[in-house]
Every structure is written in structure tokens, then in C-alpha cells.
């Protein structure tokens, strides 16, 4: 094995030294928080009741599914913490699932606040 010049041993960081940072740049950043109020920040929660029947084919019950969809959609841009209902659900038709479920692997992908299912 080759010994480091004299250089090289300069211009080296050591790996004691890096944690040694890290641990001061993560408390300067922590202390930043607190004063900037971020840690006071309360996300919202959305609670939103599932429709009855998940189907595409009717037109009453493809408004529905579609505003439910919407309904989603608008709490999560906003930034809420979406929670869905699914108490009052009956039946779940293939054509309304299938639009549901697409929806659902978006939603996961593209927002944070899409945490909680019952």
C-alpha cells in the first residue's frame, strides 16, 4: 500500500472531523427552525366519507365517484393530511375501482399527505 504524500495528508478531511460538522450544521439548522416557527406549523386534516357505491357506468353514481375523486384531489394540493372513510361503502364495481385505484397510486406518488386509509 502507498503512503499518502505530505500534501494529500493536508488537503484529507478526517472522518472524526466530518461528524464533527455535520453534528454542528444539524443544530445550527434545528435552532433555525424553532426560531422561524416551521416546528409550530398544524397540518390539516381531511377526513372525507367514501360514496356508497364505487361505480362508473351510472351517471348519478360516476358524478359521485368523480367528485369524491376531486374532492381528494383539492385537499391534498392544498396541502391536508387526506384521510378516507370507507364506512358507508357498499359495493366496489370493477369500473369505479379501477378509476379509484389509478388515482390512488398518483396521489401516493405526488403527495405527502396522502398517509392514512380506514
Not at 494529500?8 to 460538522?21: A, P, Q
Not at 409550530?40 to 360516476?62: C, D, G, M, S, T
Request: with cysteine.
Amino acid at each position: 500500500m502507498k503512503k499518502l504524500s505530505q500534501r494529500l495528508k493536508n488537503n484529507s478531511i478526517s472522518l472524526r472531523e466530518i461528524k464533527k460538522h455535520s453534528k454542528k450544521l444539524r443544530r445550527k439548522r434545528k435552532l433555525q427552525s424553532k426560531k422561524d416557527g416551521a416546528s409550530k406549523i398544524k397540518i390539516r386534516k381531511a377526513p372525507i366519507l367514501a360514496p356508497r357505491v364505487f361505480r362508473f357506468i351510472h351517471p348519478e353514481q360516476q358524478k359521485e365517484l368523480l367528485s369524491f375523486l376531486q374532492n381528494i384531489r383539492a385537499n391534498l394540493m392544498s396541502g391536508a393530511r387526506v384521510t378516507i372513510d370507507f364506512s358507508k361503502t357498499e359495493k366496489l364495481h370493477p369500473c369505479g375501482t379501477l378509476i379509484f385505484m389509478a388515482n390512488m397510486d398518483t396521489w401516493i406518488d405526488n403527495y405527502k399527505g396522502f398517509k392514512q386509509l380506514r
